[in-house]
């Protein structure tokens, strides 16, 4: 049984909440995001995200995500679909292949709560 995307909890398209820095983070948020930070915990699908992310289309097939690393396409297959469970990417199949693309709100929503402001010198 897969786990509820990420994205049914917490909106994209609205801020999740402040910086962590400003304001507590609400239990119901935390447990949300907590998928996504842990999906991108792992250093192959922190690369995954980062191809993803960085692709000159806004998408990627796997055909060009798999041979970037020495493991097994399966296990490609395994990060990848983690990746889409926690809400972080969108996958889509055309004909034997399937294309991957960012969803940039989720991307957003975790790079607000780790903004932090610089403190301001007089």
């Avoid at 949300?32 to 699908?45: N, T």
């Amino acid at each position: 049984m897969s786990k509820p995307s990420v994205v049914s909890a917490v909106a994209e398209d609205t801020p999740c909440c402040p910086p962590m820095t400003q304001a507590r983070i609400a239990p119901e948020v935390s447990s949300s995001l907590a998928q996504a930070f842990k999906a991108l915990g792992d250093p192959i699908r922190l690369q995954l995200m980062s191809m993803i992310a960085s692709a000159p289309d806004g998408e990627i097939c796997v055909c060009d995500l798999t041979p970037a690393f020495t493991i097994s396409g399966t296990t490609i297959s395994h990060h990848l679909k983690v990746l889409r469970e926690a809400g972080l990417v969108d996958a889509e199949r055309r004909a034997s292949w399937v294309y991957y693309r960012p969803r940039p709100g989720l991307m957003r929503q975790l790079s607000a709560l780790l903004a932090v402001d610089e403190p301001v010198t007089a």
